[in-house]
């Protein structure tokens, strides 16, 4: 079964094409913010350099979050567009599974972080398995304090991975405990996506487009905003 991975819950929009014989195809890029205008493109683009057609795929997999609210919404909206074209299922992945997975032959306890904004990060934490990562945590949101705390509470040496603990760095590492992955690691890609969605659909592990829910840990700015225009209206 071919996959169409979708990823765009952070700055970054990653559109890969896999299967049984492994990641065939990935496009990813991560400036200009421009997700809507970037998305299809991609994957056309994407498509006819790999020459696969649209009819090919078996199942989409998108990024179910958590993230930034605009880029989660381009990807979801066009990976139940295209399942539903298609009348193929989607497979949904948490942003910070992928974030986790490509760092599966650690030695060591992951931290999974994704710069939320507003001072706020969005993570969790992840031991490594045979055959990939388990996550230890909830998904949760909280300041960079928060996730300090809970490094130091855990009193072992982590691996932090994301945007989020390359941003705080300097505040995360202050006891010199962890460990930094690299900047080609800091964005959830679509190659992990494919990877684990692979393995999903391998048990059935599916759903129809309409039953695809992302995963919002906190309300959308839009909202969280609204009391403040009120009252200043």
């Not at 298609?86 to 710069?115: C, E, H, K, N, Q």
């Not at 934490?125 to 045979?130: H, I, L, N, Q």
């Not at 996506?193 to 959308?220: C, D, F, G, S, T």
Request: proline share 6%.
């Amino acid at each position: 079964m071919l996959i169409l991975g979708i990823e765009t819950a952070t700055q970054q929009v990653s559109v890969a094409i896999g299967g049984h014989e492994g990641v065939l195809a990935t496009f990813e890029v991560s400036r200009g913010r421009r997700h809507a205008e970037t998305l299809v493109p991609a994957i056309e683009f994407l498509c006819r350099q790999a020459d696969i057609e649209l009819q090919e795929f078996g199942a989409i997999a998108v990024d179910i979050g958590p993230g930034l609210f605009t880029g989660m919404r381009v990807g979801l909206a066009a990976g139940k567009a295209f399942a539903q074209a298609l009348r193929v299922p989607m497979i949904g992945i948490s942003s910070l599974d992928l974030l986790a997975f490509p760092l599966r032959y650690a030695d060591r306890t992951i931290a999974a972080v994704i710069d939320a904004r507003k001072g706020e990060l969005f993570y969790s934490f992840y031991r490594p398995v045979p055959g990939g990562v388990q996550r230890v945590t909830d998904p949760r949101v909280g300041t960079p304090d928060d996730l300090v705390a809970d490094l130091m509470a855990r009193g072992q040496s982590v691996i932090c991975v994301g945007d989020g603990a390359l941003r705080y760095r300097e505040l995360i590492d202050a006891d010199g405990r962890c460990e930094f992955a690299e900047q080609f690691l800091s964005h959830p890609s679509s190659a992990p996506l494919v990877q684990l969605a692979h393995a999903k659909a391998l048990r059935e592990e599916w759903v129809n487009p309409w039953e695809i829910q992302p995963m919002y840990l906190r309300a959308p700015d839009a909202q969280i905003n609204w009391p403040t225009r009120e009252v200043a209206g």
